[in-house]
């Protein structure tokens, strides 16, 4: 099956049919009929193309509680959608069938007008929609159709992101979401280059960015894996940024990781530190709002 492609924003033409994506930090130079990294903007004859738009391959109904949201339309339902493609390497995702996934010819998609993700969500009962999944960044052109459209029905929008993208698209993208979950994967450079292939500033930064800029309501989520971001210099380094850069009652969510993709040799997350991490950030550091999450 032929898919339809719509045209990208955020990108430039480097000469020789190049075109160099600025749509997050890794700013691919990509080559005719070549794609980026995150395998779903491609390079058409001179012109960026997203090749997700339209094509979610993961819809579902979930509580809002899932993405994880606590203090967002409690006890609603969210419509979620995601598509293939990411723009980091992370080598424990636990969403590598989507992430690490690329459209192919043999296989056949259904196209979704960005009305429709609204009416559908609005059909089921739902309060919003959910861009979630994979990394929504990539088919940022989508998010922000879909966006528009829910907002005209009167739909709540949320975004469900590792937030590593460069503020120019963030400027765009970010005032249409009413709430973000921000995945914070561990708080220093050297984990996001060995763990995600990718880097922590352009994360905070966005992450400002949408709470201090647009005001928008933002919880976090810190994947905990044993023996690799979870020692107590890196967790209060976490919590020293959002305390200082956020907000204090900024809801934390730490979550427990179980060994997945290419990565195992970090056990299961033990309930017990996970317990540790959340006693500190209440008693010791006074973060009102810390929860826990993937708790078998
Ligand atoms: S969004 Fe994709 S193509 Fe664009 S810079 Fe990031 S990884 Fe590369
Ligand atoms: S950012 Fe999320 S979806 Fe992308 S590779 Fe990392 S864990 Fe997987």
Redesign the pocket.
């Known amino acids: 099956m032929e898919l339809k492609v719509h045209p990208a924003r955020w990108w430039e033409k480097e000469g020789e049919g190049k075109v160099r994506?600025?749509?997050?930090p890794?700013?691919?130079l990509?080559p005719d009929g070549g794609?980026?990294?995150?395998a779903v903007?491609l390079n058409r004859g001179g012109e960026l193309v997203s090749q997700s738009y339209g094509y979610p391959v993961a819809l579902q109904i979930d509580p809002i509680e899932k993405k994880p949201l606590r203090h967002f339309l409690p006890r609603s339902a969210t419509f979620s959608i995601g598509t293939l493609g990411c723009?980091l390497k992370c080598v424990f995702c636990q969403n590598h069938h989507l992430s690490r996934g690329a459209y192919q010819k043999r296989l056949t998609y259904r196209y979704f007008e960005p009305a429709e993700i609204a009416q559908l969500a609005k059909r089921h009962g739902c309060a919003s929609v959910s861009f979630t999944y994979n990394e929504p960044?990539?088919f940022g052109e989508y998010v922000i159709d879909a966006a528009d459209a829910a907002h005209e029905l009167g739909l709540k929008t949320v975004l469900v992101s590792n937030a590593y993208i460069n503020l120019e698209a963030a400027k765009e993208i970010y005032p249409l979401m009413d709430a973000a979950n921000i995945d914070v994967k561990g708080f220093s450079e050297a984990y996001y280059r060995e763990m995600c292939g990718g880097t922590l500033k352009p994360v905070t930064d966005a992450v400002e960015f949408y709470r201090n800029t647009v005001g928008g309501h933002v919880e976090l989520t810190y994947l905990v894996i044993p023996g690799k971001n979870d020692s107590d210099k890196m967790i209060d380094d976490y919590l020293d940024w959002v305390e200082s850069r956020l907000g204090i009652d900024t809801p934390l969510h730490f979550t427990a990781y179980h060994p997945d993709y290419q990565y195992s040799e970090s056990p299961r997350t033990p309930l017990e530190l996970l317990y540790k991490i959340q006693n500190h950030a209440l008693a010791d550091r006074n973060f009102p709002n810390v929860y826990l999450g993937n708790i078998c």
């Open positions: 994506c600025l749509l997050c890794r700013k691919c990509i794609c980026g990294v995150c903007r723009n960044t990539v």
